[in-house]
């Protein structure tokens, strides 16, 4: 989740967006202390927190298929 985190914040950055524009933006959906709370590093949150953020701030998660791996017998 802290790879997701600094991704949001980079982007947060990138758009010059401060935490109490984007709490205000999924407010809601989400809490404010909430969002505070994962953006800050206090605790970490659930992957629907994060994904509501992401689609707010428009971030998507691509998944790597070369690091992907098929393993056998499972």
Not at 24 to 38: E, G, L, P
Not at 40 to 63: C, F, H, P, Q, Y
């Amino acid at each position: 989740m802290a790879t997701i985190r600094q991704s949001i914040l980079k982007q947060l950055a990138d758009l010059e967006l401060t935490i109490y524009q984007v709490s205000k933006m999924v407010n809601d959906k989400i809490s404010q202390r909430t969002v505070y709370a994962f953006l800050t590093g206090e605790k970490d949150t659930s992957t629907e927190t994060a994904s509501i953020i992401m689609e707010a701030l428009g971030l998507t998660v691509n998944a790597n298929s070369s690091k992907s791996k098929l393993i056998k017998g499972i």
